[in-house]
């Protein structure tokens, strides 16, 4: 957490070979920094930018799910399901179709349309309490708006880098991706807490839910993107020689604004209709599809992070829980471990990597299906009582599943760690020559197919982490380890057919 992609963790790769650094050890370390120093504005402003609108997106995602069922009173299984089966499937599939439409309008003009239809859907999302009206003029249009978003951003890191900052700048969109993450957990955090999980905050004499407060807090980073897209210079793109100015592209010049998005919008889908023609002719296609479902089951994993923890967590930790500060370790670590584990693996094969990766991240997950009693030594103990009171902010005892959750999510960084990054190493590495964009737009498969089984999660919630009555959390836990095991299980045992041998490296790797 390259191709194109809605917000969301993800390892970006610049498709270029940068010539190496000649200087080694610090000095050549900090060199790759010192590139920068040239950089034109517009390379600052998208770090800006990326930062901003991951805030805005990871804010409203952690919400979803309880404001569809505390101020919209969805239950657990219809909020799963329009989550799980509409929203999130939807975003994916309008992300697949921006590139073309960023492509046909240029970089400028696609911020400021994604920008605007992201302000409009959160302000919707946050002052209405009609149902249809939250639905239809917030969390649908929501989906275009966000969908808008990171094909530009991916686009405007290479635009806006020379050769020899690029490989640098994409190494700090990631980092500033998942700085947004952990700013945007502990502002999650920061609210829940001082309203309440069922509080309200007064403003412009209307009375605003925790829940949709949060949305205003989305949309005060929303309208933060806007001085930083107009500083963007119309048609900069920083070269080798220095800084070029052309006209930015429109595929349609005439006709009225909206006719024009929409014919471009016609062509994308067309485009993208013929993209997977062409590919279902290749027998390597086949073997990648395979692949990629089964990371869908991962995927799983990370996308029950957003759309089932946090409702578990409440209900199992109490109102007011710091879900945010939790789900921090993971970003925390994944800064740290996917450079560190990247560099020491490099001579292995990107599926060996995922296998290794795949297995360390289902295993995690077993631990949330333990007995909540064999933590509770070490929930009393120095570490606990460090990590509830000390970065945790907990009061009073600390539950197991404090333990329990962060001994899961250090387990599951490290997995992710491992097996994230070359997901979309693969994919590029047994693309055909000059399909290597194709293919790798199909690495996104994964979150498509998690988002569509994380759908059925409402009905694990209900049934096993109600928020009324008898749970039984560990069960429901080990229902999703079990999932995941599919993915390094099916690798292994479907490798003879699904492994293609990898550009650059033997097949013993």
């Known amino acids: 957490m390259g191709a194109v992609a809605e917000p969301t963790k993800e390892t970006f790769t610049t498709g270029e070979i940068i010539p190496s650094v000649a200087a080694r050890g610090l000095a050549g370390f900090i060199g790759k920094f010192t590139v920068l120093k040239d950089a034109q504005r517009e390379l600052w402003l998208t770090f800006l930018i990326k930062l901003l609108i991951i805030c805005a997106y990871s804010v409203t995602n952690k919400t979803l799910i309880l404001w569809l069922s505390s101020d919209l009173g969805f239950n657990d299984q219809s909020a799963g399901a329009l989550v799980g089966w509409v929203w999130a499937p939807a975003m994916t599939v309008c992300t697949l179709l921006a590139g073309s439409v960023t492509d046909a309008l240029g970089l400028r003009r696609t911020f400021f349309l994604g920008a605007a239809v992201c302000l409009v859907a959160r302000a919707v999302m946050a002052f209405s309490t009609i149902k249809w009206l939250a639905l239809a003029g917030g969390l649908f249009p929501l989906v275009i708006g966000e969908a808008l978003g990171t094909p530009v951003l991916i686009a405007a890191a290479r635009r806006y880098s020379t050769t020899r900052q690029r490989s640098i700048s994409f190494s700090l969109i990631y980092m500033v991706m998942n700085v947004g993450f952990w700013i945007a957990a502990r502002i999650y955090d920061y609210v829940r807490q001082s309203l309440g999980e069922h509080g309200q905050l007064g403003i412009f004499g209307l009375q605003i839910s925790t829940y949709r407060t949060l949305f205003l807090v989305s949309l005060g980073f929303e309208l933060l993107l806007f001085p930083a897209i107009y500083f ?8 080798d020689t220095g800084v070029l100015f052309t006209a930015e592209p429109m595929r349609y010049a005439t006709g009225g604004f909206w006719q024009r998005i929409w014919m471009t919008v016609r062509d994308s889908a067309l485009d993208t209709v013929r993209l997977f023609g062409r590919l279902l002719a290749q027998s390597g296609f086949y073997r990648l599809i395979a692949f990629l479902l089964l990371i869908g089951f991962l995927k799983l994993i990370v996308m029950q992070m957003d759309y089932v923890f946090p409702k578990f967590g409440i209900r199992e930790l109490g109102d007011g829980a710091p879900i945010g500060q939790l ?8 800064i740290v471990l996917v450079p560190t584990i990247g ?11 995922v296998i290794v990766g795949g297995a360390i991240c289902a295993a995690s997950v077993f631990v949330m299906a333990l007995p909540t009693a064999w933590f509770e030594g070490a929930a009393n103990g120095e570490i606990g009582q460090w990590l509830g ?9 600390l539950h197991p599943y404090y333990i329990m959750t ?3 999510i250090a387990i599951f960084s490290v997995g992710e760690a491992f097996y994230s990054p070359r997901v979309y190493e693969y994919a590029a590495a047994i693309a055909p020559r000059g399909q290597e964009a194709s293919y790798g737009a199909l690495s996104y498969i994964p979150f498509l197919l998690g988002k569509l089984l994380v759908g059925t999660a409402g009905w694990l919630l209900a049934a096993y982490c109600p928020e009324q009555g008898p749970r039984h959390s560990g069960t429901m836990w080990l229902i999703f380890a079990l999932a995941a095991t599919i993915a390094p299980v099916g690798l292994i045992l479907f490798r003879s057919y699904i492994r293609v041998p990898e550009a650059g490296r033997p097949a013993t790797s």
């Open 327 to 334: 789900l921090g370790i993971n970003y925390l670590l994944i």
């Open 343 to 353: 560099a020491l693996t490099q001579r292995f094969s990107a599926y060996r990597m």
């Open 389 to 397: 009171h000390t970065y945790l902010g907990v009061k009073g005892g």
């Open 232 to 239: 963007l210079r119309r048609g900069a793109e920083a070269t």
């Open 406 to 408: 962060a001994i899961y």
